[in-house]
T-cell receptor, first 116, second 114 residues
Framework: DAGITQSPRYKITETGRQVTLMCHQTWSHSYMFWYRQDLGHGLRLIYY???????DKGEVPDGYVVSRSKTENFPLTLESATRSQTSVYFC???????????????FGQGTRLTVV | AQKITQTQPGMFVQEKEAVTLDCTYD???????LFWYKQPSSGEMIFLIY??????QNATEGRYSLNFQKARKSANLVISASQLGDSAMYFCAMREGGHTPLVFGKGTRLSVIA
């Protein structure tokens, strides 16, 4: 199906384990983003990518790793999960850069991650 | 530094009334875009409306309009004729020029009362 999909939708993992959240988009959008949503904090940017093999840190990158070898995929890896990384994670993509019309981001359904 | 500020954690509105959700922003870039998103209880993020910094007119999309006051750096969302289905979290966001990401405020929870 066309669009942006995240997997898994729900994940429970143990402290210290590595976990990867997947994000796939079919629009060939250049820009992709990872956000985490926590109560009282809104959506905070973890990492973003302007194109394949180009990634940049956002507001809260510590403890996370991203890669973008293909335009359509943007996986997010928690190298050693901590309880503070319990959150809802959203992946998003956009076609255009910056402030242009058409630069709105389209979001995946989210992944609810619990670290125990 | 906080770039997007939404000062209303929660709002109530009577069905069929209009409601304004506040958003102020901070940027020194003359080129920027402002966005509003809706997040219902089901969790998905739905794009509602866009306003460009150079747009002369306020953006409108159906019952949604954006009250853009550039000098005050405010971009308030106005929902006319509220419906029960409008109950949700609403997020204001901004994107500056160039290869920049979308930055969000903390959101406002709107509850529409019958």
């Amino acid at each position: 199906d066309a669009g942006i999909t995240q997997s898994p939708r729900y994940k429970i993992t143990e402290t210290g384990r590595q976990v990867t959240l997947m994000c796939h988009q079919t629009w060939s959008h250049s820009y992709m983003f990872w956000y985490r949503q926590d109560l009282g904090h809104g959506l905070r940017l973890i990492y973003y990518s302007a194109a394949a093999d180009i990634t940049d840190k956002g507001e809260v990158p510590d403890g996370y790793v991203v890669s973008r070898s293909k335009t359509e995929n943007f996986p997010l890896t928690l190298e050693s999960a901590t309880r503070s990384q319990t959150s809802v994670y959203f992946c998003a993509s956009s076609e255009s850069a910056g402030a242009l019309r058409g630069s709105e981001a389209f979001f995946g359904q989210g992944t609810r991650l619990t670290v125990v | 530094a906080q770039k997007i500020t939404q000062t209303q954690p929660g709002m109530f509105v009577q069905e069929k009334e209009a409601v304004t959700l506040d958003c102020t922003y901070d940027t020194s870039d003359p080129s920027y875009g402002l966005f509003w998103y809706k997040q219902p209880s089901s969790g998905e993020m739905i794009f509602l409306i866009y306003q460009g910094s150079y747009d002369q007119q306020n953006a409108t999309e159906g019952r949604y309009s954006l009250n853009f006051q550039k000098a005050r750096k405010s971009a308030n969302l106005v929902i006319s004729a509220s419906q029960l289905g409008d109950s949700a979290m609403y997020f204001c966001a901004m994107r500056e020029g160039g290869h920049t990401p979308l930055v969000f405020g903390k959101g406002t929870r709107l509850s529409v009362i019958a």
